[in-house]
């Protein structure tokens, strides 16, 4: 594994590369000074093919987002108790990952290792340590904080309605649209304490979503099902 701190690349270089995940992007539009100090908490991760970057039970504050190659989900499932040989899902670039096991302050439940076809995989790693106390704005300021927890929210609602439209009939189907929604002052720290909330919440309802999957309920061998597992459990 080789690990390089962003800053410790050309800033025009990590610019570029960050203008293209959501987060840095609306961060810096937010706030110049506050895009430096997230620079300072991140890393860029190389990985050699099979080379494991998550382990299951690992516990840390990390969120990652794919930049090049392919990384491969591996979970254990409860009928087999052991990490499954075959990946139950694909990572592909611009994909994040990590930010159940953040949200929620549990052990990681997946393995995730570099596929072992994927020569040049390359993934940028940010400690989210400081968006967890959402009473410390010493260095991360409530804008900021508002930014990120807007784009978790975000992220999870989707994958969740694309987990309903799939199985709109399941149980867990509407589970997430039950979540009451924030709509009280914008931009206050009620609204981020609101928004931390909600995105723990929805975390739960994917994570349930999840252990479903990987313990071979939902699964079957149709290559649609199969496709739709790839796009989701990443």
Known sequence: MDIKLLTDCPRDAVDRLLNVIHLFRDIRASSEWQYDVLLKRSRLVGLQPGEPLLNAGDVDQWVYFLLRGELQVHVEGERERLVSERPLAIIRPGELFGDLSMLLAEPRSAT?????????????GVDCTLFADLD??????????????????????????????????????DSHRKLKLYTGPKNSREELSALADQARALARILLDWNAEFGSGQLVDDDPEVNDFLELMLS
Do not use: C
């Open 136 to 173: 410390d704005f010493s260095l991360l300021h409530l804008p900021t904080k508002l930014v990120f927890y807007r784009n978790m929210v975000h992220s999870l609602r989707w994958k969740l309605e694309v987990y309903r439209s799939k199985y709109p009939g399941h149980q867990l189907a």
């Open 112 to 124: 995730i290792v570099a596929a072992p076809t994927s020569r040049d995989t390359q993934v940028l």
